[in-house]
């Protein structure tokens, strides 16, 4: 299992590389916020968790304030 963090750390760093030579980081940095949405919504179709009212909300936060940063940064 070892082997396959530091594969994935190496892919998300190299991912992490491509996306700052596209955009610049004020519009790249915020989309690291969506990990989380990302995380709660695989966690909730893979596992079977529940998500509760406050986790919705901030999933819905999240979301728009990713939104609002990228739309006006460009």
């Keep these: ?15 992490w590389l491509i996306a700052l030579s596209r955009v610049s980081v004020n519009v790249a940095y915020p989309m690291l916020s969506l990990g989380y949405v ?3 919504v695989l966690a909730w179709v893979v596992f079977g968790e529940r998500l509760n009212p406050i986790q919705m909300i901030g999933i819905a936060v ?5 939104y609002m940063l990228t739309r006006t940064s460009a």
Excluded at 62 to 66: A, K, Q
């Design 1 to 15: 299992w070892l082997w396959a963090g530091i594969l994935c750390y190496v892919v998300s760093l190299c991912v």
């Design 38 to 40: 990302m995380a709660a």
């Design 62 to 66: 999240i979301i728009l304030g990713v």
